[in-house]
């Protein structure tokens, strides 16, 4: 059963048009983030809910903004795509922070024309 | 700054041996660390995890080694097989957050 779902899996998106991302999980965790991750490269943590509570990553550019209306769902909006913002982006959960587990979606691959 | 390297290369090994993977990190001092398993184009997987005062962990094939002394963590996959290739991420804890490293691509080949 699928426990942190992404959709859309592919989005594609045209170059300044605002485009949300969404996640939802079943798994009624605390703590939601969502990282970015392009080719090759490390997921980079972008922000983190911890139930109401939201920390924003000191260099997550303001272009990204984030909501998470209940437990279960958070959005990823970027306000103005750049070409650069071209990348998998992946929502993960977990209990707490600090040891526990982080359980990661498939992800949504954008893509800014 | 702090940083977390591993080999970026590719690391291809033969069927039913040992892949042995490296992750070394600076100017941290993690409580603890993770090693991931993330397949193209998916989410990253939890394997394990191992504490700053355990030197070893294992799970089942899996073994992982953490030297806080030499900065490194060693993740071993013994007995490998061609549905282990897949990229393998480690994850440091530090600086109040979970920092991931650029991950090793590991191909076994039959």
């Known amino acids: 059963d699928a426990m942190v779902i992404q959709n859309p899996r592919y989005q594609v998106t045209q170059f300044g048009k605002p485009v949300t991302l969404s996640c939802s999980q079943t798994?009624?965790?605390?703590?939601m983030y969502w990282y970015q991750q392009k080719s090759s490269q490390a997921p980079k943590l972008l922000f983190h809910?911890?139930?109401?509570?939201?920390?924003n990553e000191a260099d997550t550019p303001d272009n990204f903004q984030s909501r998470r209306p209940n437990t279960s769902f958070c959005f990823l909006d970027i306000r103005s795509p750049g070409l650069g913002d071209a990348a998998m982006y992946l929502c993960?959960?977990?209990?707490?922070?600090?040891?526990?587990?982080?359980?990661f979606g498939p992800g949504t691959r954008l893509t800014v024309l | 700054s702090q940083k977390i390297e591993q080999n970026s290369e590719a690391l291809n090994i033969q069927e039913g041996k040992t892949a042995t993977l490296t992750c070394n990190y600076t100017?941290?001092?993690?409580?603890?660390l993770q090693w991931y398993r993330q397949d193209p184009g998916r989410g990253p997987v939890f394997l394990l995890l191992?504490?700053?005062?355990?030197k070893e962990k294992r799970k089942e094939r899996l073994k992982v080694t953490f030297d806080t002394t030499l900065k490194q963590s060693l993740f071993h996959i013994t007995a490998s097989q061609p549905a282990d290739s897949a990229t393998y991420l480690c994850?440091?804890?530090?600086?109040?957050?979970?920092?991931f490293g650029i991950g090793t691509k590991l191909q076994v080949i039959p």
């Open positions: 993960a959960t977990s209990r707490g922070t600090g040891t526990d587990t982080q359980y």
């Open positions: 798994l009624n965790h605390n703590v």
């Open positions: 809910y911890y139930d109401k509570d939201f920390n």
């Open positions: 100017n941290y001092s993690p409580a603890y």
């Open positions: 191992i504490r700053e005062n355990e």
């Open positions: 994850a440091l804890w530090g600086y109040q957050k979970v920092t």
